[in-house]
């Protein structure tokens, strides 16, 4: 048994993963990196579920990825119908705005150099 099997991670041991919803580098920062810093330091054992979301609008869809992963991997009984409800909204939505957005706008050159 080489040193990676002996010091293989609880989490890789106790569940079923595959190389698509596993985070396999990459760095940490903020709360995510503050919670891994701790439990580093602790003997209790320390994850966290990190999905990508959208910076500008409000990412239901990263909500839903995160109760999904944590329902699959504790098995909690937990569901996201209602999320993937509110999903749809927010689409139509953002949708509708862009939309109304583009309607508004001038149609102009695209080269607008100044002279």
Not at 70 to 79: C, E, P, R, S
Request: with cysteine; proline share 7%.
């Amino acid at each position: 048994m080489d040193y990676s099997e002996a010091h293989q991670p609880a989490f890789q041991i106790t569940h079923e993963t595959t190389p698509s919803n596993v985070l396999l580098c990459g760095f940490f920062d903020g709360a995510n990196a503050a919670l891994v810093e701790r439990g580093i330091d602790s003997p209790l054992g320390v994850g966290v579920f990190v999905t990508p979301v959208h910076a500008q609008a409000p990412d239901v869809e990263a909500a839903i990825r995160l109760v999904d992963a944590a329902n699959d991997v504790y098995d909690l009984g937990a569901t996201s119908a209602p999320l993937n409800s509110f999903a749809a909204e927010v689409r139509q939505y953002y949708a509708e705005l862009a939309d109304r957005l583009q309607e508004s706008e001038p149609d102009l050159p695209d080269d607008r150099m100044y002279m």
